[in-house]
């Protein structure tokens, strides 16, 4: 997602440059045209429009932060495992605020999801299809990079 945000805002702001050429070169447009820019808004979509790209950038960024989160807390990426005290639900802080951030990540995932158009189709298959599975699932998919807990 990160790598189409770019082209975006530069396709919105080759729009809004296109839009200011016409409206520069055509000052009095005919009724039907000013009905439509009325309609749509111009000037809040022109304003808005920027805003929204930019938060889907800070939503990446921030959607990036938690997998980063969640890799840290699952030790993939080490050849050893991390002992934890699972008896009595003792955490240590930084479990604590990993699965704090694990929580959040599913929130706002699940919250995404049910926003309309906010997921590609192809996204919201891979999210289903891997994510949301149980565990025992996942291992017999991905036996490699699911391995059992000791």
Do not use: C
């Amino acid at each position: 997602m990160k790598g189409n945000i770019q082209p975006a805002q530069n396709y919105v702001q080759d729009l809004l440059g296109l839009i200011d050429l016409y409206q520069a070169k055509m000052p009095n447009p005919d009724a039907e045209i000013e009905a439509e820019i009325e309609e749509i808004d111009l000037e809040f979509v022109r304003e808005d429009l920027p805003n929204i790209i930019n938060s889907m950038n800070a939503g990446v960024d921030r959607i990036r932060n938690i997998s980063d989160g969640l890799r840290i807390f699952s030790r993939q990426d080490r050849d050893h495992k991390t002992a934890f005290y699972l008896h009595d639900w003792q955490f240590t802080d930084e479990q604590k605020l990993q699965l704090q951030r694990y929580y959040d990540a599913n929130k706002f995932l699940v919250e995404l999801m049910q926003i309309d158009g906010a997921v590609s189709d192809k996204v919201r298959a891979e999210i289903e299809d891997t994510l949301l599975l149980p565990w025992s699932e996942l291992q017999r998919r991905q036996p490699g990079t699911y391995r059992d807990l000791p």
